[in-house]
């Protein structure tokens, strides 16, 4: 069965910091989604990253693939309040059959902080 | 347009009580996906229909009964349901089941007294 690390699983930053959130995961794929969870809300996309070698840059988030490691990272550059929330990693895979499905990391609260 | 509809946003039911919950998309998406999320725990999948046919459950309990009467509409019907059962329900679609991002609703916070 499909493993799914995220680390770390909680994060405190100083504002203006930057770090990075790896994401790990045990079988072969291509396909890595990261999504961003803030409280009591649902999911929203952050980035798709479909194939080895992908970066996907969106303000101060920058994400990449490395199908070849199994390792996806989620790099964050001067970090800012409004960052946090909570951020998951999903992969999609083949899960028997002509079913594919997506593994959710466990997540990683991330706090930036005055 | 990009948009999950989830109703309702909340939900209180008895144990004893049958309730619904109801997702819709118009983006065209053919695959359908009920998921399941405690506090701080990342989504759970329930279920995944794809061409209005259920091609996933995650042996989810029979209380659980999901329905998929067209491409834009997905239910999830609920019967008997334990306190363990509370949860954020969040629907989502994409493209299709393969390789194509997921979006989701906004989910319907369930909580059974």
């Known amino acids: 069965e499909l493993k799914v690390e995220q680390n770390p699983l909680f994060l405190s930053m100083q504002e203006g910091k930057n770090y990075t959130i790896y994401c790990n995961y045990s079988?072969?794929?291509?396909?890595l989604y990261w999504y961003r969870q803030d409280p009591g809300k649902s999911l929203e996309s952050l980035f798709v990253?479909?194939?080895?070698?992908a970066v996907k840059q969106e303000g101060r988030l920058m994400a990449s693939l490395d199908t070849k490691a199994r390792l996806s990272t989620l790099h964050i550059t001067a970090a800012v309040h409004d960052l946090s929330a909570t951020y998951f990693c999903?992969?999609?895979?083949?899960?028997?059959?002509?079913?594919?499905?997506?593994?959710f990391g466990k997540g990683t609260l991330l706090t930036v902080n005055p | 347009d990009t948009e999950v509809t989830q109703t309702p946003k909340h939900l209180v039911m008895g144990m004893t009580n049958k309730k619904s919950l109801k997702c819709e998309q118009h983006?065209?998406?053919?695959?359908m996906y009920w998921y399941k999320q405690k506090a701080k725990k990342p989504p759970e999948l329930m279920f995944v229909?794809?061409?209005?046919?259920?091609?996933i459950n995650e042996s989810v309990p029979s209380r659980f009964s999901p329905e998929c009467p067209n491409s834009s509409l997905l239910n999830l019907h609920l019967h008997a349901l334990q306190p363990e059962d509370s949860a954020l329900y969040l629907c989502?679609?994409?493209?299709?089941?393969?390789?194509?991002?997921?979006?989701f609703g906004p989910g319907t916070r369930l909580t059974v007294t």
């Open positions: 999903a992969v999609d895979h083949h899960s028997g059959g002509s079913n594919y499905k997506l593994t």
């Open positions: 983006m065209g998406h053919r695959a």
């Open positions: 079988t072969t794929s291509d396909r």
């Open positions: 990253l479909l194939s080895n070698g």
């Open positions: 989502a679609s994409s493209q299709a089941v393969r390789a194509y991002e997921q979006y």
């Open positions: 229909y794809s061409y209005e046919k259920l091609s």
